[in-house]
């Protein structure tokens, strides 16, 4: 078989170019067919037959390709053949028609385009040609796993760990007493009775890294984290919450081990008492039914952290023994936290002279996202400077604390609203930890 010439392969680029031009192609392979490439030629006749199935010009010309289409010599096919088994030699047909397998065998007679069999045809270079799109299967409602763990970003064991948090001492003292120890030394957890019922709730003002914390419990066991918030679980139809909130827990099960986050605790389980919405009353009763779950055997594994700003707002029955019974209060970063904060809000911005000791006493009170936001501020004022002056300069210590200056701290109002909540609604020493600190902050 001689070489393509210079005006197949210039129609072979024009055709490239214009893959979906179904005249152009079946020109290439009437080239093709007529120097001798008969193979080649099947391949475009087929794919041109994918443009435009009822075409009668590719039709016939699809039959004259496969009747001049050389026998395949012995070991070899002549169509690319299906990866089980190479095809047997055979005897040369004049109009071979292609039955189902990819054996072609001589036809009793010629064939003709009203008669020929391209669903047999198409089998036969199947092989050759892909397919152009991948389509997937229909499903309706109800099809398949409900629990699949694609339903839910289901995040693999992360680099996090608790040293990756910034000072806060006393909260990973009080996460290694309550819950990362027993869980690292099960020898001793059963030695003791220690009970691995129940989960965490980490309650405090907003942006001051229960998030964060999170994660890194979840980096320091060696755990898959699901965080889940309110839009994930509650849906606007009678009983598609239950089962979200059912399907969570079960996809977490599957991942074991795994942390699982609820987020917004007080959105996702809030009081019922105050609710005349008997869904959302539902969905706390089944999530109720999964924490209790969190002891048996096919829960091993399953770790349930939960996060609010307003734990007084959360359900009682969530807080019992055995549930969500192990609280930590988690305040505005200290001192320590503070640097390690504007240590990583400042590692890639251009600055000079930069004082952390005096910008972390200028910023206290401030919480993670408000730290954040100073450094952007003095990030964005350093930046409208050298627009207007067309000098670029760097970040400086008056750029820092002058944005400081101008941030109120948003933990207030929070603490205004816990401040009555600590004084006339500790039952039980339930927030002593929120009083402790209030009197040493002298807000109490």
């Known amino acids: ?34 120097a001798g490439h008969g193979d080649a030629a099947v391949g475009e006749v087929a794919a041109a037959l994918q443009h435009a199935p009822g075409d009668v ?18 070991g070899e096919a002549a169509l690319p053949p299906p990866p089980q088994a190479p095809v047997p030699a055979q005897p040369p047909a004049p109009a071979a028609v292609p039955p189902q397998d990819s054996v072609l065998e001589p036809s009793p007679a010629p064939a003709s385009s009203l008669g020929f069999d391209w669903k047999a045809a198409q089998d036969q270079v ?22 699949d763990a694609a339903a839910w970003d289901v995040e693999r064991p992360g680099p996090v760990r608790l ?9 990973k003292e009080r996460l290694e007493a309550a819950f990362l120890a027993p869980l690292r030394n099960p020898e001793l957890r059963r030695l003791y009775g220690k009970s691995l019922r129940g989960g965490l709730l980490l309650y405090g003002p907003p942006g001051c890294g229960k998030t964060f914390i999170a994660r890194a419990v979840a980096g320091e066991l060696g755990a898959n984290f699901l965080s ?26 599957r991942q074991a081990p795994c942390v699982i986050f609820l987020d917004e605790l007080d959105a996702l389980g809030g009081k019922r008492s105050r609710t005349q919405n008997s ?29 609010t700003n307003v734990p007084w707002d959360v359900d ?7 549930r969500l019974d192990r609280t930590l209060l988690v305040l505005p970063p200290d001192g320590p936290a503070r640097e390690a904060i504007l240590r990583y809000h400042l590692r890639e911005r251009p600055i000079e002279n930069v004082d952390l000791g005096k910008l972390v006493k200028a910023t206290d009170g401030l919480s993670g996202a408000d730290l954040a936001h100073v450094c952007e501020a003095a990030a964005e004022h350093a930046l409208l400077d050298s627009a207007r002056t067309g000098t670029v300069r760097l970040i400086g210590m008056k750029d820092l604390l002058a944005a400081a200056g101008q941030i109120a701290p948003s933990t207030e109002p929070w603490f205004a609203s816990a401040r009555n909540v600590a004084m006339y609604a500790n039952d039980g020493g339930m927030y002593d930890d929120l009083v402790a600190y209030l009197k040493k902050k002298r807000k109490l």
């Open 1 to 34: 078989m001689s070489a393509e010439s210079p005006l197949i392969k210039s129609m072979r680029t024009a055709v490239a170019a214009s893959p979906d031009d179904v005249p152009l192609r079946l020109h290439l392979a009437e080239l093709l067919l007529g």
């Open 57 to 74: 010009q590719a039709r016939e010309l699809m039959v004259r390709a496969l009747a001049n289409t050389p026998a395949s010599a012995p």
């Open 126 to 147: 199947g092989d050759a040609v892909p397919p152009r799109f991948v389509e997937a299967p229909l499903t309706v409602d109800g099809d398949g796993d409900p629990g």
């Open 163 to 171: 040293a990756d948090v910034g000072g806060m001492q006393e909260v």
């Open 228 to 253: 889940v918030s309110v839009n994930d679980v509650l849906d606007m139809w009678i009983g598609n919450s239950e089962r979200n909130m059912h399907e969570l827990f079960q996809t977490a099960r």
């Open 279 to 307: 869904g959302m009353r539902n969905t706390v009763n089944q999530l109720l039914t999964e924490l209790d779950g969190v002891e048996a055997a096919a829960n091993e594994g399953v770790f349930v952290l939960a996060a």
């Open 316 to 322: 009682i029955a969530l807080r019992r023994p055995g």
